[in-house]
């Protein structure tokens, strides 16, 4: 077993270094360091937390958990991995958990990991996540999860656990979750690393469900990377995750949209075509498990990758407007908006639904701000101006919506008082319902 769980973290070693060629990016000059934090709370697996904070925190920040594969460390995911620099730039906390034990893998296979509130590691991953709740003004909708290998594995568990904590989640060569599960005191699963556990995906689905029993609310997005040459952790595993997780949304194993991000890479979405779709799984052609970790794409799936918009409306400018956009659909379109407010701020979750029969290919949604409202940044669109008529448009990865489908954007404003909601949303012009 431990040759096993050290070929897995030394096949994971190398993916760090990967993980910085993924990526390129220049991250502005910071003064904030990784720094480790004691005493943290209910910590049953002795777990050590490792916290990162950028110098322009967000008013009202995300809070990203990056965990690690066998054989690493908080600070090894932090040093090789972009989402420090990424937060650098767009202002979100990232909090770095560290195994202890002597294999460093994440503890994903014990009966006390696989129940809520069970003990082991989830549980003082889960005092993390409060310990930073209660000393930053964290965004409660904006708490993700992330991780490689093992720590893929943990981010199935994670929101398979706690639903009501983690918006989404980003595996990178991982496992459903459940299919670890030992009853020896063992960590390591062979039937489930070599790609031989396959349930249907009501099977999987209960897995999660009976993990948290009488839970009937939300569950968080899911985005699944997989090389189908892993020697680790067998391709099969990525097909027996998007059955998981396409059940717990309750879709099926069709996809509503499919597309090659780039040579060799193959990506499908269920539940929705745009770039927050339900689940989001990327096959890799020809890579091992020491893959690739995009770290942009998966901060771009969690709605994380914008900067503040202008504070009033932008001067004229010589350049070519954009690109108009295709007519209303055929039918109409819905609007779901809800508000999460706080003394002098507030997020809104807005959810567009295509309702007609036609494909909407690039689009503006018009709306107005009650008074006293001011967006500070937003997400999966650009928003100007920032008070008054606001008008949303999409943004490169999500400019389509499909008959049927629905595209979600999100912003965050102050507030000198009135929390209230638009009373009415045109898209391309043409009415909304609001649900």
Known sequence: MR????????????????????VTLTAP??????????????NPSNLRMYLYVPDNVAPRPALL??????????PAMYSGTQYAALADRYGYIVVYPSVTRSSQCFDVSSPQALRRDGGSDPVGIKSMVDYVRARYPVDPARIFATGISSGAMMTNVLLGLYPDVFAAGAAFSGVPFGCFATTNGSEWNSECANGQLIRTAQQWGDLVRSAYPGYTGPRPRMQLWHGTNDEVLRYPNFGEEIKQWTNLHGLGQTPTFTDTPQAGYTRTRYGGSGGTAPVEAISMQGVSHNLPVDAAQAIRFFGLDTTTPPTSTPPPTTTSPPPPSSPPPTGGCRIGYA????????????????????????WSLAFTLPAGQTITN????????????V??????????????????????????GNTGKPTAFTLNGTACAVS
């Open 378 to 389: 937003g997400w999966n669109a650009t928003y100007a101006p920032s008070s008054g008529a």
């Open 339 to 362: 508000v999460n407010a706080w003394n002098t701020g507030l997020t809104s979750a807005v959810t567009i639904t295509n309702t007609g029969s036609t494909a909407v290919d690039g």
């Open 29 to 42: 000059a910071s003064a904030a360091t990784l720094t480790e934090v004691t005493n943290f709370g209910t």
């Open 391 to 416: 008008t949303a448009r999409n943004v490169s990865y999500n400019a389509t919506i499909a008959p049927g489908a629905s595209v979600d954007i999100g912003f965050q404003a102050n507030h000198t």
């Open 3 to 22: 040759t096993r769980i050290r070929l897995l973290g030394a096949a994971l070693a190398t993916a760090v270094v990967t993980a910085l060629a993924a």
């Open 65 to 74: 958990v990056a965990v690690h594969y066998c054989t690493g460390t908080g």
